[in-house]
């Protein structure tokens, strides 16, 4: 029983090897953004590397997303897990921070410009392969602006003169 036990370890451990071995210093690119949730999945071995994942938004949105990271053990053994994961998102344009998530909090930002952007996933992975985590973004278009007081008097003194051409126009025919 203890040598099949061993065996069985041997085979777990040799079967994870190719996956804990590129584990740092990733690009991602989950390409254009939609309301459709859109993952990205990987590992980091260590506190030192992070991994990047690209975007871009089609359009001004709000766009939500989290990360969380997967912990896999097997028989007391910590493979992948993480004490602290965290991703920053930024404008590829201007490298400006425009939001964070962590472990805890997601992540919500309404009406980012059309563009390209970027989330740099760091964290202290705890398992014996580093930590296993997933990033997951969505976008919606953002709503047009309700118009303010002066876009009101613009759009009612149009409104006003379209209304007195017709008056004059029906008064000049009858």
Not at 104 to 126: E, H, I, K, N, R
Not at 141 to 147: G, T
């Amino acid at each position: 029983m203890v040598r099949s036990l061993a065996l069985c370890s041997a085979a777990l451990c040799l079967a994870l090897m190719p996956i804990s071995a590129p584990a740092s210093a990733a690009t991602y690119d989950l390409g254009t953004l939609s309301a459709t949730p859109q993952t990205a999945t990987g590992t980091l071995a260590n506190s030192l590397a992070s991994d990047t994942v690209t975007f871009s938004l089609a359009s001004q949105s709000d766009i939500a997303g989290g990360i969380a990271a997967v912990k896999i053990s097997f028989m007391n053994t910590t493979i992948y897990n993480f004490s602290s994961l965290s991703a920053g998102i930024y404008d590829s344009g201007t490298n400006n921070l425009v939001g964070s998530a962590d472990l805890s909090t997601g992540f919500s930002q309404p009406g980012l410009s059309a563009g390209s952007y970027y989330a740099l996933v760091s964290g202290v992975p705890t398992g014996i392969s580093g930590g296993l985590y997933s990033l997951s973004l969505l976008a919606t278009p953002s709503a047009a602006p309700a118009p303010g007081p002066a876009g009101l008097v613009v759009f009612g003194a149009g409104a006003g003169a379209i209304a007195f051409r017709r008056y004059r126009r029906r008064k000049s025919l009858g």
